[in-house]
């Protein structure tokens, strides 16, 4: 079906700034790259995942301060960038004199990083992590995944045109997500043209992505967080990436929750055939982190869906 008239003018606005965008960014880039040597390394990535609560997390890391992040929040590097090498990627980093104002007044070295939450997703990321920093360190927040399929949903309406409904969007995937995937781990040139955005039941399959960086790099690399405990306690939770990281505790004066919205709920039906999917997939999770997770439950008692971001047990909105 065709899609109506105003939401192809939003998609084609959308666009065009899109377009402004990354023309500022290319010529910003071409000055910074130059100075690439002159930059810090990141010694840990947020990997994932997306609609997890990463913007919120980006922010509270931000204004840590022993901790230095790359600008902007989203590199892109490892999943669809990496043809532009490393001078382009390290240019993205703060200037080493930055680290030298808290290794002298505090004694501490700052940890430096960026937050790409499509990175715990795509299957070649692992790989060239390991190639560029095998010590890296490895941050990965996860969210229920059946809330976090529909808050993805909500956002491609929102920001990419998504028209179909959220049901026949989740039968075209079944169709989609594996051809893209088999190509890009065919040809490591490939860039997926869709971003892998009609995504929503396969990010959330986190098993078989940790297992995939776990390949290569130690469980003790690897520090996971659940929305649910960054949401609750985020005072609790940045102290534990602290010590993760291994910079001292700093607490904010507060930590807003970041990249809210709201929408209406899903579909009863829709969220118990999710929840026995994803199921077996919770479980193994357990397994291999150690640990029981809030969201590993029998599908008969999922909790309703929540388009209430704050206060929210499950936030539909964390990003």
């Not at 505790?249 to 970041?258: F, I, K, M, V």
């Not at 999710?274 to 997939?281: I, Q």
């Not at 599908?299 to 964390?318: D, Y």
Request: aromatic share 10%; glycine share 4%.
């Amino acid at each position: 079906m065709e899609a109506p008239p105003i939401r192809l003018a939003a998609r084609l606005r959308r666009g065009l700034a899109y377009r402004r965008v990354k023309a500022r960014e290319r010529g910003a880039g071409m000055a910074r790259r130059a100075t690439a040597t002159l930059r810090l390394r990141p010694t840990f990535l947020v990997i994932g995942a997306q609609k997890a609560g990463t913007t919120s997390l980006h922010r509270y890391l931000v204004e840590h301060p022993f901790v230095l992040c790359a600008t902007p929040k989203e590199v892109h590097f490892f999943n669809v960038e990496y043809h532009r090498g490393e001078a382009w990627y390290l240019a993205h980093f703060p200037l080493k004199v930055r680290a030298r104002a808290p290794r002298r007044r505090y004694g501490v070295q700052p940890e430096v990083g960026e937050v790409t939450p499509a990175y715990l997703f795509h299957p070649r990321v692992p790989e060239r992590v390991h190639a560029f920093e095998p010590r890296m360190k490895l941050v990965a927040v996860l969210r229920d995944p059946v809330e976090r399929a529909y808050s993805q949903y909500q956002m491609q309406v929102r920001r990419a045109g998504e028209t179909l409904s959220f049901d026949d969007a989740l039968a075209l995937e079944e169709v989609e997500v594996p051809l893209e995937l088999e190509r890009i781990r065919d040809d490591p040139r490939y860039v997926s043209p869709s971003g892998l955005r009609r995504s929503y039941v396969a990010r959330g399959r986190y098993a078989e992505q940790i297992e995939r960086w776990l390949d290569l790099f130690r469980l003790e690399q690897l520090f996971v967080l659940t929305s649910e405990e960054l949401l609750r306690d985020p005072a609790d939770a940045m102290s534990r990436v602290a010590a993760f990281l291994g910079v001292p505790d700093w607490r904010a004066e507060s930590y807003p929750l970041r990249s809210a919205a709201e929408y209406d709920s899903m579909r009863p039906e829709t969220r118990e055939c999710l929840a026995r999917t994803f199921e077996p997939h919770n479980r193994r999770l357990e397994e291999l982190l150690g640990r029981e997770l809030a969201w590993t439950r029998p599908a008969a008692s999922a909790p309703p869906s929540s388009s209430r971001a704050a206060g929210a047990p499950h936030p539909a909105t964390a990003r």
